[in-house]
Nanobody, 125 residues
């Protein structure tokens, strides 16, 4: 079983930055694809960004170049650097293990069974 622990959320003004982290308990972290999701009140959980172990990445359209996903395999940690934050980015952010793959030029991410507890990100106007 894999345990995922997110950190780094908080309250920030619009235009500000935050860096989220997700530390995994699994020693197989380096061979897993990982993703960040978010869920705002009253809305469905949605994919924000994902990265495969080989560096293949996928970003949601709403990211618009503002967020960067990265990982440090030596620390079993996944990161999400979020810049130019907007009030609509307010949500609980979760990390997840899954699968990243590419078909005919399009990158896909399928979420797996392991989720963290989430970290709250609040962006004030």
């Amino acid at each position: 079983q894999v345990q995922l622990v997110e950190a780094g959320g908080g309250l920030v003004q619009a235009g500000g930055s935050l860096r989220l982290s997700c530390t995994a308990s699994s020693s197989t972290f380096s061979i897993n694809a990982m993703g960040w999701y978010r869920q705002a009140p009253g809305k469905q959980r949605e994919l924000v960004a994902a990265e495969g172990s080989g560096g293949l990445t996928k970003y949601a359209e709403f990211v618009e170049g503002r967020f960067t996903i990265s990982r440090d395999n030596s620390k079993n940690t996944l990161y999400l650097q979020m810049n130019s934050l907007k009030p609509e980015d307010t949500a609980v952010y979760y990390c997840n293990t899954g699968i990243v793959y590419r078909i005919r030029g399009t990158t896909y991410y399928d979420s797996g069974n392991y989720w963290g507890q989430g970290t709250q990100v609040t962006v004030s106007a």
